[in-house]
Every structure is written in C-alpha cells, then in structure tokens.
C-alpha cells in the first residue's frame, strides 16, 4: 500500500482502491484523514477509435455507451447475475475452466481476462471462479474510494502517529535473549517483537530456521503471481477519465489494461498532463521482468500509444516497477492453504515474538491485508500484556 510521487503526479504501488464502509476506511477516519479521502466512480472504459468510450458499473444502463459490443452487453449481464447467485451455492473452481463453460471465447479474452489481470494480477487459469464473481459484485455494488493523494498517506500518518520503522530492508531475523535481533542494510538492532508486513517468500525466508519442515515447504510451493508496471505521464489529457481501462476488441499483446490516476483524485495529476499506470499481462510479466526498462517502456507505452493514436514523443516521463511477489495465488485451494499458514505462524508466535501481516493470510486484496494486520497487532498486544502481567505477579 505504497504511492510514488514523481514530475507533479502521483501513482499507486499496489493496491488502488477500498470499499466506503470497509476496514480501511474506518481506519482512515480514525486518524485524521476523512478530508483525505476521495469517493471514486466505478468507471470502465475501452479505446475504440482513439478515444475512451466510459461506463459506470453501478448504472446498468451506461453499459450500451458502446464500451461492449451488443452481444458483450448480453453476456455482462448473464456474468452479473451470476456473480449474485453462484458464489457458495455451487462448489469452487478455476475462473478459466468455468468461464470456458460459460461464455464465448471472445468474451473471455476481451473482458474477463483483463479484469483478472488488473485486479488479481493473474490469468484466469490461476483465479477462483467465487474470488472473480465476488470482485465483480463489489464492483458493481459498493462504493469505491481512495486517497487523494496517493494509497501512501495511510502508511505516512500511521509511522508519524506511533514510534514505527517501517519499509527497510530486512537481511535476517535470529532471538538475542528475549528479543528479536534484526539485521538490514545499515541497521542491526534488537527488538522486543516484530511483525512481518512482507510478501510469503520474503516471511518464509526470514523466520526459516523456526518452522516445520514440512510445513516450510508446504508454506514454499505456494503459488505467486508477479507483475510488472509502467508509469507514463501524457502531455495533455484524455477526453474522459476511466477508473480501469480495458484492451480494444482486439487481442492485446503485451497489456492487460491501465489505470487512470486522475479518475481516483484530481489532486494526483497537474493541470495539463494525464498519469497513467499500465498493467501487464500476466502471461507476459515473467518475459517481460527480464527485459531492461527501456525495452519494457517501448513495448507497454508502443502499444498504449496505438490504442489512443497518440502522437510520436507523447510522453513526458515513464518509470517501471517490477513486482516479483505481487499476490499470492486466488485459486481454489487458497482458503486451505490460508488456514494451515494461520495455524502455522500462531504455534510459531508462541514461541518467538514475531508475527505476520499480508493478503496471504486472508482475502487476497487490501480489506485482506488489513484484517490481517489487525489480528496481528491484537497478537502482540496480548502477547506483551500477559507477559507484564506475568512479571507483576512474581512481585
């Protein structure tokens, strides 16, 4: 849940959106930021002919503005439905396998699989049909909102409202006495406890020596997806700002879709330039990771610059983020594997003062993570009141 602020813009490192009466939220207002919140309309859009052509999926009616062709309209409204009905009524499975089932191939590769890609950063194959289902009835039910400053200010107002080191490089973690002795990139320092807000294989690496092997290892073959990102900021602005954008009818090569930064708070983009945030395709991020940020700009931006006949020298500035563990896998098989990790690191906290936050540990989304969080910070509390509690009843 990070932000960068770069040439005027801001952008979103991860994730981009809440839900108005979610965890994240409440949070929000409890430390001060209600001002800094921006209420964002659940747009869609698609490029056809140069232009962006927007719907709204809370209003059913805007879906025939042209962003889907008749038969696409036809098929969203079967998938709505379905997003109503299915989930916990019928066994899980895979979004690719029952969507195969459901829609025509079509429909699958021009709207189904770049929302997969865009908000669970992974082909269909790899999602839950009731995780996907579930995404799209929030789309099209809750209210959606971010920070008019960037996903950042949240982290910023907590680490300035409590004595907090955070987003430093850890090298290794190993008990001095009663403390965690934690080793980083100029930093080694004993703590009292620790808690691992850090992607699976980067916890798992860190407190390998206190795990069972066989869970380790269960814990090691958890699927990952990784991702890879382009921030470009556009001389000029787009006619009409889109929450998320999906590819043009025909098939896209190298991108899922893009985001709009204007579209979650005007206050994130100067007056006369657009910021976008570009999201591969999954199929395409481990190709793509290897390649240098020259190469990864040209592909990504050449082919954003086709879909909007945007002029030659149209951008302003470009960076690229690559995100080796982005989300753990949404499968079918994740809710086991989150209850056997849960388990896992609960036996491990008794033991040693180290606890852990992050989507693998719940939902795979924001709401996830920070529910995470919570249960992870109730752990320590509990953990050092009932040791004071120990201490002053030997006196």
């Known amino acids: 849940m990070r932000s960068l602020e770069t040439a005027g813009a801001v952008y979103d490192l991860g994730a981009w959106t809440f839900t108005a009466g979610g965890r994240v939220a409440r949070l929000a207002r409890a430390l001060g930021l209600a001002n800094d919140l921006a209420t964002i309309p659940t747009t869609v859009a698609r490029p056809i002919g140069g232009h962006l052509r927007v719907a709204n999926l809370r209003k059913p009616l805007s879906l025939l503005t042209g962003v889907f062709s008749p038969i696409e309209v036809l098929h969203a409204i079967r998938l709505l439905y379905f997003s109503r ?24 590769r021009a709207v189904l699989a770049p929302l997969a890609g865009l908000y669970f950063l992974q082909p269909l194959a790899d999602v839950s049909r ?4 579930g995404t799209l009835r929030y789309l099209t039910h809750i209210q959606l909102m971010s920070f008019k400053k960037g996903m950042g200010q949240l982290g910023a107002r907590l680490a300035a409202t409590l004595d907090l ?4 490089t850890i090298e290794s973690l190993s008990l001095e006495g009663q403390a965690v002795l934690v080793r980083g990139k100029g930093c080694s320092r004993p703590f009292n406890g620790v808690i691992l807000a850090t992607p699976l294989p980067e916890t798992l690496r860190l407190i390998h020596a206190w795990l069972d092997p066989d869970h380790r290892q269960a814990a090691e073959r958890w699927p990952h ?3 890879v990102l382009v921030r470009m900021l556009l ?30 708070s005007a206050m994130r983009t100067p007056a006369d330039r657009e910021a976008l945030t570009i999201y591969a395709r999954p199929e395409k991020c481990a190709t793509l990771s290897q390649w240098c940020d020259r190469d990864i700009v040209a592909a990504l931006a050449g082919e954003l610059a086709r879909w909007l006949r945007l002029p030659r020298h149209h951008h302003f500035e470009c960076g690229v983020k690559r995100w080796p563990y982005a989300v753990a896998s949404s499968d079918p098989e994740a809710g086991l594997r989150v209850a056997a990790m849960q388990a896992q690191l609960q036996r491990l ?26 249960i992870a910070a109730r752990a320590c509390r509990m953990h050092f009141k009932n040791k004071d509690h120990l201490l002053s009843s030997k006196h």
């Open 349 to 374: 906290s008794k033991r040693i003062p180290v606890w852990a936050a992050g989507d693998y540990l719940g939902p795979a989304s924001l709401e996830g993570a920070v529910a995470s969080a919570e």
């Open 130 to 133: 009731n995780a996907l289902l």
């Open 85 to 108: 009905t299915l989930p916990g009524r019928t066994p899980d499975e895979t979004a690719g396998a029952w969507a195969a089932r459901s829609f025509p191939p079509g429909f699958n």
């Open 225 to 227: 997806a990784s991702a």
């Open 165 to 168: 080191h955070y987003n430093h």
């Open 235 to 264: 001389k000029g602005r787009l006619r009409r700002p889109a929450l998320q954008v999906l590819p043009p009818r025909e098939m896209a090569k190298w991108i899922c879709g893009f985001t709009v930064e204007r579209a979650k």
